[in-house]
C-alpha cells in the first residue's frame, strides 16, 4: 500500500475503547425493548398473528379479552438491560446510550476526515473486492491472510460496512420508529416500508452487530491476541516484546473489566432503585428530545384504507364505581368538567361536547411497546376548550383526571392520569375524541372520552377521561413525574420517541 503507515493512532484506539462501552448498553437496552413487543411484524397493523418473528412463547388467550400488555416478555437482567420487563429504564439507558455512541462516533469521523486515516476504512481501488474474496479463502482454509495497513482487504470490506452503512441504518430507522417524525414527515418511514419494517431492520440490525462482535472478536484472538492487544490498546504494529503484551493485556482487562462493572452497576441499581436511575437518566435524555422531536407538529393523514382491522387495546376497563354506573346508562348524565387555573370552569355533557366544532383525523397511534395501527378519530380540539375556559397566566399542563382506577396492577399507585402541556395542548392533533372509526368511543378504547396527540406515543393519551385541571406544575401530583406511567413504570413526562 502507498502512502505512510496508518497503524492505531490513541484517538483510534480510544474511539474503540468507547465504542465498546455505548454499543453495549444500547445492545442490552435494545434487548430490553424487543421484550416489550417481542414481535416483529413487515406491514403496519401489527394483527396478532401476522408477525415474521416472535421472541417469546406467550400465547394469548383466543376467545378472552386480552391486551398489549399482556404480550410482554421479561428477560434476564443477564440479558437485558436492566431485565424483568423495566421497558421505561431500558429506553432511558438505550438514549443515553446512544447519546454517548453519536458522540463517540462523530469524533471518530472528525479524525478520520480530517488526516489520511480515512484510508483505514475507504477503500481507494476497485480491487478490494478480489483481494477479500482472496482473504476470505484464505480464512477458509483456517489460515491468516498477509497484513494489511492496517487491516487486510475483507476486514477493510467489514469494518466500512459497520461504519458507513450497518451504524447509519441503525440511527435512521430507529428516527423511523418515533411518533413525532412519522406524525410530521409521514413519508419518512415509509422509505423504510413502513414503520413496523423500519422497526424490524432496526432489530435485524441489533443481531447483526451481535453477530459482526462475535465473529470479531473471533478472528481477532485468531489474529494472535496478544499481537492484536498491542495494537489496539498500545498502537504498537510490529511484534510486541513480551513486556508490552503483557501491558497492552493488563489495560485491556482493566478496561473490559470497567464497563462489566458499570454493566452490573447499571442493571442492579436500575431494579433497585428505578426512581433514582430514572432522575439521573432523564437529566441526560429529556433535555434533547425536548430540543429537536417534541416540537415537531402532526399533520397526519392516512387515507381510510390504512384504518386497522383488529386494533389493540391497553389497560383494562376501569371497575370503578361510578364509571361502571355512567357506562350501564349509556353516559347518560355524565359531565366533562374543565377545573384549575381558568378563569372559566366549565362542565360539559357530551351533547355539548359533540355541538363543537369537531375535528376528524385518521392517525397512527404508537405505542411505547412497539406496535402501531391506524384509527379514525373524531373530538374537540384541547384548543378549543382552553380557550373556552380561558387559563390563567401560570397555567402551564392540562392534567386529565381518569376513571381508571388501575385495579388490574399490583399495588396501588391511585388512578391513571397524564399531564399535557399547553403547547402540545394546542397542537391542531391534539383533541379530545368521543369518536373512533366513526362510532361512539368503544368502552375498551375509553369511552366517553379519551385523549389523542398525534405526535405522542400512546401512553400520554389518557383513555376513561373524567375530567380536566389545568396545573401550573406536576412536581406535587402523584409521585411527581408527569403521569400514571411515568410515576409507575418511569416513562419519561414527554414522549415523542
Ligand atoms: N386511562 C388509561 N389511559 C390509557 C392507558 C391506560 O392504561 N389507562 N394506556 C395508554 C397506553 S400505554 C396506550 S398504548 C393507549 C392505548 O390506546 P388504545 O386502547 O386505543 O390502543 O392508551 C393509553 N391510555
Ligand atoms: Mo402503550
Keep these: ?14 474511539a474503540h475503547a468507547f465504542n465498546i462501552l455505548f454499543l453495549s448498553l444500547l445492545i442490552r437496552s435494545g434487548i430490553e425493548i424487543l421484550g416489550a413487543h417481542p414481535m416483529l ?9 401476522s408477525e415474521w418473528v416472535r421472541f417469546t412463547r406467550k400465547r394469548m388467550p383466543s376467545g378472552e379479552l386480552w391486551t398489549a400488555e399482556d404480550e410482554k ?33 462523530v469524533a471518530y469521523l472528525l479524525v478520520l476526515l480530517l488526516t489520511p486515516q480515512w484510508q483505514r476504512l475507504v477503500p481507494t481501488s476497485l480491487d478490494i473486492f478480489p483481494r477479500a474474496v482472496a482473504d476470505a479463502i484464505t480464512y477458509l482454509q483456517l489460515e491468516l491472510p498477509a497484513e494489511g495497513n ?14 458507513f452503512i450497518l451504524a447509519p441504518l441503525q440511527i435512521l430507522t430507529g428516527v423511523a420508529m ?19 419494517s423500519a422497526r424490524s431492520l432496526h432489530f435485524i440490525g441489533l443481531f447483526v452487530f451481535i453477530a459482526f462482535i462475535v465473529h470479531h472478536t473471533a478472528l481477532v484472538i485468531a489474529h494472535g491476541l496478544p499481537e492484536s492487544l498491542a495494537m489496539i490498546v498500545l498502537g504498537i504494529t510490529r511484534q510486541p516484546t513480551a513486556a508490552e503484551a503483557a501491558t497492552a493485556a493488563g489495560i485491556a482487562v482493566l478496561a473490559l473489566g470497567l464497563i462489566a462493572a458499570l454493566h452490573v452497576w447499571a442493571t442492579h441499581r436500575s431494579l433497585t432503585e428505578p426512581r433514582r436511575m430514572q432522575n439521573l437518566l432523564q437529566r441526560v435524555v429529556d433535555p434533547w428530545q425536548r430540543a429537536t422531536l417534541q416540537r415537531l407538529v402532526s399533520r397526519q393523514s392516512y387515507a381510510p384504507g390504512a384504518i386497522t382491522e383488529v386494533p389493540r387495546p391497553n389497560g383494562r376497563a376501569p371497575r370503578d364505581a361510578e364509571w361502571q354506573r355512567l357506562a350501564a346508562g349509556g353516559f347518560e348524565g355524565f359531565r366533562f368538567e374543565i377545573g384549575g387555573l381558568v378563569e372559566r370552569p366549565q362542565g360539559l355533557d357530551l351533547d355539548e361536547l359533540r355541538s363543537m366544532s369537531p375535528v376528524t383525523q385518521t392517525t397512527r397511534h404508537v405505542c411505547i411497546q412497539g406496535w402501531n395501527q391506524v384509527a379514525t378519530w373524531t373530538g374537540v380540539p384541547l384548543a378549543a376548550l382552553l380557550e373556552r375556559a380561558g387559563p390563567l397566566p401560570e397555567a402551564r399542563f392540562m392534567l386529565f383526571h381518569t376513571f381508571d382506577d388501575k385495579w388490574e396492577e ?29 362510532q361512539p368511543l368503544p368502552i375498551p378504547f375509553g369511552a366517553p372520552l379519551r385523549v389523542r396527540l398525534e405526535s405522542q406515543l400512546g401512553y400520554k393519551m389518557a383513555k376513561w377521561v373524567r375530567s380536566v385541571e389545568l396545573v401550573a406544575d406536576y412536581r406535587d401530583i402523584g409521585a411527581g413525574k408527569g403521569g400514571w406511567r411515568a410515576d409507575v413504570l418511569h416513562y419519561s413526562p414527554i414522549a415523542p420517541i
Design 41 to 49: 411484524y413487515w406491514h403496519d397493523d401489527c394483527r396478532p398473528g
Design 1 to 14: 500500500m502507498d502512502g505512510a503507515e496508518l497503524g492505531f493512532p490513541l484517538a483510534v484506539r480510544l
Design 73 to 105: 416478555q421479561p428477560y434476564s437482567p443477564l440479558l437485558a438491560l436492566p431485565g424483568r420487563d423495566n421497558l421505561g429504564i431500558g429506553r432511558y439507558w438505550h438514549f443515553a446510550a446512544l447519546a454517548g455512541w453519536i458522540l463517540t462516533g
Design 150 to 163: 492496517p487491516y487486510n482487504a475483507l476486514q477493510q470490506l467489514a469494518y466500512f460496512a459497520v461504519v
Design 410 to 438: 399490583p399495588g396501588d399507585h391511585g388512578y391513571f392520569y397524564e399531564t399535557v402541556d399547553l403547547d402540545l395542548a394546542r397542537h391542531p392533533q391534539s383533541i379530545l375524541a368521543y369518536a373512533m372509526n366513526g
Design 178 to 196: 418515533s411518533p413525532a417524525i412519522g406524525g410530521r414527515f409521514a413519508w419518512y418511514p415509509r422509505l423504510f416500508g413502513g414503520r413496523q
